[in-house]
């Protein structure tokens, strides 16, 4: 229904109304959001102002204020959420239902991978990794979902609800009695949380942001749900932010917290940005072992080839180290090959990489029995059949091993204690390729824990985006030229928290794979920062 037939309706029912445009506008609003008609919130007001304590006083029927009209609105919140709250019992008794006749399936599935990939059978008689390890507390059947069944109100209730999450910090840490509407038309300035994005219809297509193309997007809980452009001030203040920055990066998907006004021309002016506060640090374990680590990220091979002549030099120098992990990021078998998308190979994917991997791995196994092998795979692994992230891990029996563990990714984990975060996306990238930076003064800013920590540094920046947003990936939606890189299931995208604990920790060691050249960066100094050498 047009607004202009919400208007109609209203003022027909409603005459009062006419004299009141802000009032109106609001009731207009509120019935675009919730998908009713002018009629019928008509009734919802009716019955507010009709109660059954000014009918049995006698008492004059209340005229149609502002405060009514919101109490109107909490109910239509509170009758939306049961609604929610129904829709997804029932979901999830259909789920139920269909993994459960799926179940044998799946089951003769992996059994044929098992036969068809020729893994190394697992060897009780192996004595386990010197080290400890700790990998994600959830059940692997939660992370190998069901893509390609997403639903538009599934992944607009996701993107709210992390919105209001994020409202809720900024509520807390700053001690803010309520939260505002950018959308809504007021006098003195008020604190909103809401999504950066373009507008759709101003900029079509890609779009890098700039400063006239910014717009914030609120929760439909906290707001009206509706896009509003922003015009920072030119005495812009940045509050909480990182000392020594001058600024503050900005990119589609991410939640800010800013401090202005809706003066009425349709827009919100920002007066000042709020910076979130950081994931607390990991406490220090009562006793230290030490263990060394190697990384590697993928493809591993050239594009002229699949002989996989790197990796095989690689897995020498690996020998000769005998660290006590080894943490390989995929792609193992890339999709993406130039060979294998022309299909020029008489091999599958599975005996690729049992012969370039598997034996290369056994022989390192061989060498450093105690040593831990950490297989992550990537939304180009043409090995996975589940493409989409956040990704499951890879099946076991690619090599059943007791020493070799399959990751998701991304993933949180933990050896001897010391936290790792990693995925094989190259986010960093997709950050630097859609970041605008805005400039302002800053006030009570949060000063540098290292002397290594540099806040004007664009890769540390990039990495603080991610430990700030906690996700890992933060952007939505992913930009269109490189779409193909990540599959991005939104509905699941409780997988990319990096605050997956309950404690909310940060994690000691970030690994992020990119094409930009390697680096090493202390964002916050932590116990593993006095102990890590690299």
């Keep these: 229904m047009s607004a202009t037939e919400i208007r109609d309706q209203l003022t027909n029912e409603l005459p009062e109304l006419q004299g009141d445009e802000k009032l109106l506008s609001e009731c207009i609003i509120i019935c675009q959001n919730y998908n009713i008609s002018g009629t019928y919130l008509y009734y919802k007001l009716e019955a507010k102002r009709f109660s059954s304590s000014n009918v049995a006083r006698g008492a004059q029927m209340q005229p149609v204020t502002f405060a009514l009209v919101q109490d109107v609105k909490k109910e239509l919140i509170e009758e939306l959420n049961r609604k929610r709250l129904k829709d997804q019992t029932t979901q999830q008794k259909r789920a139920d239902l269909m993994n459960g006749m799926m179940r044998r399936a799946q089951q003769n599935v992996s059994r044929s991978t098992k036969v068809a990939t020729g893994g190394i059978s697992s060897r009780p008689g192996v004595a386990p990794p010197s080290v400890s390890f700790k990998g994600l507390a959830d059940d692997k059947k939660v992370r190998r979902y069901r893509f390609m069944y997403e639903k538009v109100s599934e ?58 193309s910014v717009f914030i997007e609120s929760s439909r809980m906290m707001g009206s749900g509706s896009r509003i452009p922003l015009r920072f001030s030119p ?32 827009l919100f002016v920002v007066d000042e940005i709020l910076g979130f506060p950081p994931l607390a640090l990991s406490p220090e374990p009562s006793r230290h072992k030490s263990f060394t680590m190697v990384v590697a990220c993928g493809p591993y091979t050239l594009d002229t080839n699949l002989e996989y002549t790197h990796f095989s030099s690689f897995i020498e120098r690996v020998i000769s180290l005998r660290p006590s992990v080894l943490l390989l990021l995929g792609p193992f078998v890339d999709a993406f090959h130039p060979i294998i998308k022309a299909g020029h190979i008489d091999q599958t994917p599975g005996e690729i990489f049992r012969e370039r991997f598997v034996e290369s791995l056994r022989s390192f196994l061989k060498v450093s029995p105690d040593s831990l092998i950490l297989l ?16 499951c891990e890879l099946d076991d029996s690619f090599m059943a091993d007791p020493r070799v563990k399959m990751i ?83 509905s699941h995208s409780a997988g990319l928290r990096l605050d997956q604990n309950a404690q909310e920790y940060a994690p000691d060691v970030l690994f992020l794979p990119s094409k930009f050249k390697q680096f090493t960066k202390v964002y916050r100094l932590s116990y593993a920062s006095f102990h890590c050498k690299v």
């Design 155 to 212: 992944r607009s209730e996701i993107l709210d609800e992390r919105i209001d999450e994020f409202g809720e910090l900024i509520r807390e840490h700053y001690n803010i009695d309520e939260l505002g509407d950018p959308a809504s038309t007021s006098e003195e300035d008020v604190v909103v949380v809401g999504r950066v994005c373009n507008d759709a219809d101003a900029f079509p297509g890609p779009s890098k942001l700039t400063e006239g």
């Design 235 to 266: 005495n812009l203040k940045l509050r909480g932010t990182a000392e020594g920055a001058g600024g503050i990066g900005l990119f589609p998907g991410a939640i800010i917290a800013i401090k202005g006004k809706n003066g009425g021309g349709g």
């Design 376 to 391: 992550e795979p990537s939304i180009r692994d043409i090995l996975s059949d589940h493409p989409v992230f956040p990704q």
């Design 408 to 490: 998701p990714n991304p993933c949180r984990f933990s050896i001897n204690d010391v936290t790792f975060a990693t995925t094989s996306v190259d986010v960093l990238l997709h950050l630097r390729n859609q970041e605008y930076t805005q400039r302002g003064q800053e006030i009570d800013p949060v000063p540098p824990t290292s002397p290594d920590s540099s806040a004007t540094d664009l890769l540390t920046n990039s990495c603080r985006h991610l430990l700030l947003q906690r996700s890992f990936y933060p952007l939505f939606p992913v930009p269109a030229d490189l779409s193909s890189d990540v599959n991005l299931d939104v």
